[in-house]
T-cell receptor
């Protein structure tokens, strides 16, 4: 069964450093998403991406965050200057069409120290 | 107030028991999703519903649009069903709004 692949599975970074979280969505999918889950809390929407542009973003997704689909296969989330409160599990998801279900990646656990 | 509420928050069961997890939502939706999250953290999609009922193996999901309520049932529960079950809704836009999850533990 096709999978959404996320790398790395765990990243530790110093506060103020830039991090890039990588995702390879399912190849024929058109809609891409990032969600995050702070430990012990519910999953929260960050951003959706379609047709090479952001279609929606949450209040969390401020100027420190950006997304890219640089080469038609990878979908990346960049955090420019990490803060302690960015520590969370970050999930990438994709789907083929608006009436399709979502496929989630296994997540990247980001720890900011 | 949370837009998506789940009950119970925690549930323990003996192997073989019939389990029900409930989800209520307060917004208009285009679809409701049931998801499973294992201890390692990964999320697996179980069902997407916009009306009626769906069944997959021992899992059954129902939705009542008028009452803004959905249930996930597990028949003949097994220890491998132990996980967090999450209800999420798509409302208007393309994003999912998640509930806080129900932690299920099934003991042999």
């Amino acid at each position: 069964e096709p999978e959404v692949t996320q790398t790395p599975s765990h990243q530790v970074t110093q506060m103020g450093q830039e991090v890039i979280l990588r995702c390879v969505p399912i190849s024929n999918h058109l809609y891409f998403y990032w969600y995050r889950q702070i430990l012990g809390q519910k999953v929260e929407f960050l951003v959706s991406f379609y047709n090479n542009e952001i279609s929606e973003k949450s209040e969390i997704f401020d100027d420190q965050f950006s997304v890219e689909r640089p080469d038609g296969s990878n979908f990346t989330l960049k955090i420019r200057s990490t803060k302690l409160e960015d520590s969370a599990m970050y999930f990438c998801a994709s789907r083929g069409g608006m009436t399709d279900g979502y496929t989630f990646g296994s997540g990247t656990r980001l720890t900011v120290v | 107030k949370n837009e998506v509420e789940q009950s119970p928050q925690n549930l323990t069961a003996q192997e073989g028991e019939f389990i029900t997890i409930n989800c209520s939502y307060s917004v208009g939706i285009s679809a409701l999703h049931w998801l499973q999250q294992h201890p390692g953290g990964g999320i697996v999609s179980l069902f997407m519903l916009s009306s009626g009922k769906k069944k997959h193996g021992r899992l059954i999901a129902t939705i009542n649009i008028q009452e803004k309520h959905s249930s996930l049932h597990i028949t003949a529960s097994h220890p491998r069903d132990s996980a967090v079950y999450i209800c999420a809704v798509r409302s208007g836009t393309d994003k999912l709004i998640f509930g806080t999850g129900t932690r299920l533990q099934v003991f042999p």
